[in-house]
């Protein structure tokens, strides 16, 4: 009889925590793509325009009068001039340090490079069997290899004798 209490009981709790939904931000799994919160843009409500005429062709990828244009938007709310985006080019006060950061060359296919080896990093990490079972986070645990501890960094810079001037004194051993 208590036996079959016990399995009762534990049954009743496994149906509890199959039904917690938890989010899944920090609970991935190998190949699952996450909200992309810039894909999301507010667009202007639709209107007739008085002339058919002015709507321009539409073209794959092209505009439309709905679709916002979110830098001149900025650009115009701050109070400058929208149209000044129109030179897209590389100011001269800053070509000098484009041109050291890109000296080693660029890499045009990074993204797709690191994506694959982040989600051959995921396949590898992901979750346990327990993890499953409980539905628990597990983004801490995989990436945890990778993360710095900020106080030994800020050690390690400052008796090197890089200049902290904002963090605190290092700590006497």
Do not use: K
């Not at 496994?14 to 919160?37: H, I, W």
């Amino acid at each position: 009889m208590r036996t079959r209490a016990l399995v009762i009981g534990f049954a009743a709790v496994l149906g509890l925590a199959g039904c917690s939904g938890g989010g899944t931000l920090n609970n991935f799994r190998s190949g699952q793509t996450g909200p992309d919160e810039f894909a999301i843009l507010p667009t202007r409500s639709l209107a007739m325009p008085a002339d058919l005429a002015v709507l321009p062709a539409p073209t794959p990828g092209g505009a439309n009068i709905t679709d916002p244009t979110p830098l001149g938007d900025a650009v115009a709310a701050l109070g400058g001039s929208p149209d000044r985006l129109a030179d897209r080019g590389v100011g001269a006060s800053d070509q000098a340090l484009v041109a050291h950061a890109g000296r080693g060359g660029s890499d045009p296919q990074i993204r797709a490079r690191l994506a694959q080896a982040d989600a051959d990093w995921r396949a590898r990490n992901g979750r346990r069997p327990l993890e499953r079972i409980a539905g628990t986070p597990v983004y801490q645990r995989a990436y945890a290899p990778m993360a710095l501890d900020a106080a030994t960094e800020q050690l390690r810079w400052q008796r090197a004798g890089a200049i902290t001037s904002t963090a605190p004194a290092p700590v006497a051993d």
